[in-house]
């Protein structure tokens, strides 16, 4: 167990096993998008930063990035509820496939929002990946194409996902402990 600011936590899921879980994704990915050329890879920021920079780098093929912004949580644990597209791409998606990445799905009403005003935008196809899902907190039902890892319902940190903006740096994935 480790302390950071006050905060105790767990590794959850090493390092290597983080490794490993973007090999599959990346096989997957490959396979779906064989003869694709410019795959655009959405990113919601800030979390999916590290996840998509990582599966990247596995993917065969020409890839291109885009990032949005959109937020549900403002600064605390829970989801609001309250979805905002805080930053918006910067080119145009249409005709284009997208695959949009995130570093974690939870109630879905982010990412539904996200996928509707994508779909909107006339791509060729819009699929979805998530490092991890957490199926048991979905109020918003989202298909999800590509999964990491399915979590329990636990507050996790580290490799890109947040608590108010810290320990996004971690190497793993955390649970932090109820202080």
Known sequence: MSKFNEVTYEVM???????ETLDTLAAEINSEYAGVDNLLLVGLLKGSVVVMTDLARRLSGDVHFDFMTASSYHGGTESTGDVKIVMDLANSIRGRHVLLVEDIIDTGRTLSKVRELLL???PASLKICTFLDKPSRRVVEVPVDFVGREIEDEFVVGYGLDYAESFRQLPYIAKVNPA
């Open 120 to 122: 909107s935008r006339g």
């Open 13 to 19: 899921i090493s390092e290597q096993e983080i490794g």
